[in-house]
């Protein structure tokens, strides 16, 4: 997040309000293969759809909001919007 605020985005604002910050700000391990082969694969309907090593993953809206930890409300938009 530090490269957000030191490089002047103002998008951070919008990442604040939408209270981002907590799941941008995971550290955690990152597995580049698997997470190429999930999207490689991936259906999007009403859910997610994946398939990696044979392992079929289907992610619906609440299991999506619990493991991003997101509220599922909705967050009024503030700022601008530029059609440059």
Known sequence: MNFF????????????????????????????KLVKAFYSNLEIQDTLISEVYGIKMVIDQSLFYD????????VPFEGTLNDD
């Open 5 to 32: 605020s030191n490089e002047s985005f103002e998008c951070i604002q919008a990442f604040e309000n939408s209270n981002l910050i907590p799941f941008m700000s995971l550290k955690l391990p990152v597995y580049t």
């Open 67 to 74: 493991l991003t930890q997101l509220s599922s409300e909705a």
